[in-house]
């Protein structure tokens, strides 16, 4: 068979899953999550097993420690990866919602209500426990997902894979509601991008390799790409709030595209702020990368290129930027931002209020940390990621947006005049 | 300069338009509006004259005289387009509204805010009042419109477009905010869907040409597509109702994606039904093309190929089939139906239930006509067309849904632990 039939055959038992998995209820999906958090439990040995040939592989070809980092499981993350299952299983089931219904006035009554998108493909880089998440969240809103991971996690994968199929057929379900493509070949993710018929949705995480790999896709794509975020130190802000925003938006989890990659701080309290967040930041092993202005007051700072307002660090790097007014620094988010998350920390509620208006970002902070942009931290109980979309779902994802919707309209015999 | 330099041209300045534009207030922008409805009164004959050309070059080319119908415009019709404009002026502003918003453990406020989408082409064919309507309707959005309508339209469209500039400039707002694209050149829409950072969706209304034309668009589609409507005739059916039903989703409009293209009825009582129903069509001028089983008692009708079960009519012909149970008609539909609008006809609470739950389609109807999948029928009070769509936004389209979101997080200094 060659590969093309081998993931459209798969992408045929998805679409068939798809359609039963959308009429059953809450108890018989969550009765499969029970079953797999049950598995990943009493399965951990025989994962950290398969997970140990993942690193050994990933550490001969001498991939880095960060990397390596991701892809490890420990019995500590595969505990979490089992309860956030049942953390799933607890949440609402978003499909069947009522979201709106109105009477018309020839007596027709519109129902709005929340069902499944389809088949929903979610390609993904090295992190093994993204199998899980999103395969259980993906399923939980009632589409049969179709996943396809990083190969460094192959034979993580293939054993939460086979996990999660054993849920699924133990709880009298179809087993293909979730179905991992484990061939490693690059050429899968071509195939997937041209068969709109066969798949309803790709989430994409990772790189801009993957962006590029996903161009002209046929198949609508929801993606989770960069995070360019920014802080801006309003002159009215409180410098000691300030300061905590910064350091918690660049030094909690530097790797995440949620962190802070440029702070842009006003002229009229650079003097005052720069020195103490910077004192910090270096502390923290923070490199500072700084426009003329903050080298002036920061005079061992490296200078800023023109690349370093478009680049997304992930990392203990941050771009430093002075301006005169808070037009300066919404024009500037608005020229170097990726759209996903950007703070002001100021007490000025004008500013506030400008800011909040005028930045078109997922998520725009006043008086706190971008790191907030997460499902988890919104409230949703989950998330399989943040879109840097604008259409159908942006920001934080959680169960509501893996869904659609359809109108019911119950008449008694309404005809169209 | 080049076709593709001087799209891109056009295209920023209608992203710098979109920037403006989605901070200005309900105001002027229905300012605007009156002065467009009033510039569409004052010019009419202008429009008529230009409107002659086109018809006269249609007429010239042998177009179908459907064709050239829709192409024409009359006093008439510029009066509704005058008043569709003051009625979507007359609309709340989507802009703006908080969809929801809750309050974090940690006391961040979390808002989710309706934002416009950006920059929106909209794609369309010979009607020239979607110019109008279309522009309009995303000019109050608050998204900077691209309007690239067919080739003949043309002089008809140049001068509603430059009425529309003209409006936008006497409120004093950026004209670019409508930006009509006139070059004919049919590589104008493979540069439109090449540039994803340059338009943010392209919204297309026509046939299968376009479709294909738009096939690996790297800029987000909402198709507006084919409609392939069923009506099913349960045998629990109020057979008059059934009548009605059927006899106006077929004939009430026969050239729009909303009308009927295949009656499915339950075998019980096709014997009953199917002579009352096939004798009011055909006296209407409706070809019937019918399954063996209903050509048994319908002698008279073509037999319908395989094709038909999967034909667009727009037209007056009607497929018929028979079935011996719901479940065949609900299969029937997924497999040929194109997830528009379906319609069960039934005085039976569990079949009609069934099918409202297993149909999956934009809008499925219970004892009512499928021409009722509408943004004005629905209470939208405007609609830039349906679509078909399962991202996004999916069936009749309004201003909602040409506005995406944003979240607005408050603090007092929060930091993510």
Redesign the interface.
């Known amino acids: 068979m060659s590969l093309e039939a081998e993931v459209l055959a798969s992408l045929a038992d998805a679409r068939i899953a798809a359609?039963r998995l959308?009429?059953i209820g809450t108890d018989l999906k969550n009765r499969a999550l029970d079953h797999l958090a049950a598995a990943l439990r009493s399965s951990t040995d025989r994962i950290l097993a398969a997970n140990h040939e993942d690193v050994a592989r990933a550490q001969a070809a001498g991939d880095a420690p960060a990397f390596v980092e991701r892809l490890t499981l420990t019995p500590k993350r595969i505990a979490a990866m089992a309860l956030s299952v049942e953390e799933v299983g607890a949440l609402p089931d978003p499909v069947g919602e009522t979201i709106a219904h109105?009477r018309?006035p020839n007596g027709?009554v519109?129902r709005q209500v929340r069902?499944p998108?389809?088949v929903v493909a979610i390609i993904y880089e090295s992190r093994p426990n993204v199998t899980v998440d999103a395969g259980v969240l993906g399923f939980k809103a009632g589409n049969a997902v179709v996943l396809r991971g990083g190969r460094e996690a192959l034979s993580t994968n293939a054993v939460l894979a086979e996990l999660i199929a054993a849920a699924l057929v133990k709880a009298d379900l179809d087993p293909h509601a979730v179905t991992f493509i484990g061939n490693p070949d690059r050429a899968v993710i071509q195939i997937l991008k041209r068969h709109p018929e066969a798949i309803?949705?790709i989430i994409p995480r990772g790189g801009n390799a993957l962006k590029a790999a996903l161009?002209?896709?046929?198949v609508?794509?929801?993606p989770h790409f960069d995070g360019i975020c920014h802080t801006y130190v309003d002159r009215a802000a409180?410098l000691q709030?300030a300061e905590?925003?910064c350091?918690?938006?660049k030094c909690?989890r530097p790797s995440v595209c949620n962190a802070m990659e440029t702070m842009i701080v006003h002229a009229e309290i650079a003097a005052q702020f720069l020195p103490r967040i910077a004192a910090r930041m270096r502390a923290a092993g923070v490199e500072l990368r700084a426009d003329d202005r903050a080298r002036a007051i920061l005079s061992d700072a490296r200078a800023a290129t023109a690349e370093d307002w478009d680049a997304e660090y992930l990392d203990l790097i941050l771009a430093i930027k002075v301006v005169d007014s808070i037009d300066e620094a919404i024009e500037f988010i608005?020229r170097h931002g990726s759209g996903l998350a950007d703070a002001i920390v100021t007490a000025d509620a004008a500013a506030?209020e400008r800011f909040?208006?005028?930045v078109?970002?997922?998520?725009?902070?006043?008086?706190?940390?971008t790191?907030?942009t997460d499902g988890f931290?919104?409230?949703f109980g989950a998330e399989t990621g943040i879109s840097t979309?604008?259409?159908?779902a942006?920001?934080p994802m959680g169960l509501k947006e893996l869904t659609?919707?359809?109108?019911?309209?119950?008449?008694?015999?309404?005809?169209?005049k």
Chains 1, 2 share one sequence.
């Open positions: 359609r959308a009429l109105w018309r027709l519109i069902v998108i389809g309803d949705l161009a002209g896709s046929e609508p794509v929801l409180d709030m905590e925003i350091f918690n938006a909690s608005a506030a909040q208006h005028e078109d970002s997922a998520t725009v902070y006043v008086n706190a940390s790191r907030f931290e919104f409230g979309n604008r259409l159908h942006r920001g659609t919707y359809k109108y019911i309209v119950v008449g008694d015999g309404q005809i169209r």
